[in-house]
């Protein structure tokens, strides 16, 4: 059984002349990276690893849930195929990840998450909100067997102020 946890970054900032791997996360962004990371740890669910895009906003709502989990950060590592919008490098990361690995949270960028949680799990989602987390599961022993699973939590900031 493997366990796939998807983390669309918080809410960040166009009002800096910065590359848009460089953009920063919003106060809100950081404010509700914390309120998401709170409501995931009180729910006590094992993640085994967590891989971030490369891009600041990405990186920093990852951080978040890092420190918040009091998280290892032998157990974190960024990857430039995270910084895709389409979806296509997303999920061959996923078909390549270790097979050691039970259950692992993404942070990564819309619209590739919305597509994403709509083509693996069962509960559509019209998009993905910023810092949204939905977590599905899916009954296959190897990575390189995704498909359909189940949709068995969303967590929404949206939901919570």
């Known amino acids: ?3 796939l946890i998807l983390v669309r970054h918080g809410k960040s900032s166009w009002e800096h002349n ?3 791997k460089d953009r ?8 509700d990276g914390l309120l998401i990371a709170e409501k995931w740890a009180n729910e006590n669910t094992n ?5 971030s895009s490369t891009a600041n906003r990405a990186l ?8 918040k989990l009091n998280f290892p950060l032998q157990q974190f590592q960024l990857s430039d195929m995270l910084y895709d919008f389409s979806g296509d490098s997303v999920l061959q990361f996923i078909k390549e990840l270790d097979n050691d690995l ?5 942070f990564g960028h819309n619209h590739a998450f919305t597509h994403i949680a709509n083509s693996l799990g069962n509960t559509y989602i019209d998009n993905l909100p910023t810092t949204g987390l939905v977590q599905m599961q899916f009954g296959i022993d190897s990575w ?7 949709t068995i939590r969303t967590l929404f900031a ?4």
């Open 158 to 161: 949206k939901q919570f102020r």
């Open 60 to 67: 920093h709502s990852a951080t978040i849930f890092v420190r």
């Open 144 to 150: 390189s067997e995704i498909d359909k699973g189940t």
């Open 24 to 31: 920063p996360l919003l106060p809100r962004g950081i404010n």
């Open 1 to 3: 059984m493997k366990q």
């Open 47 to 51: 993640v085994d690893f967590i891989f």
């Open 102 to 106: 039970e259950s692992v949270m993404l």
């Open 18 to 20: 910065v590359s848009d």
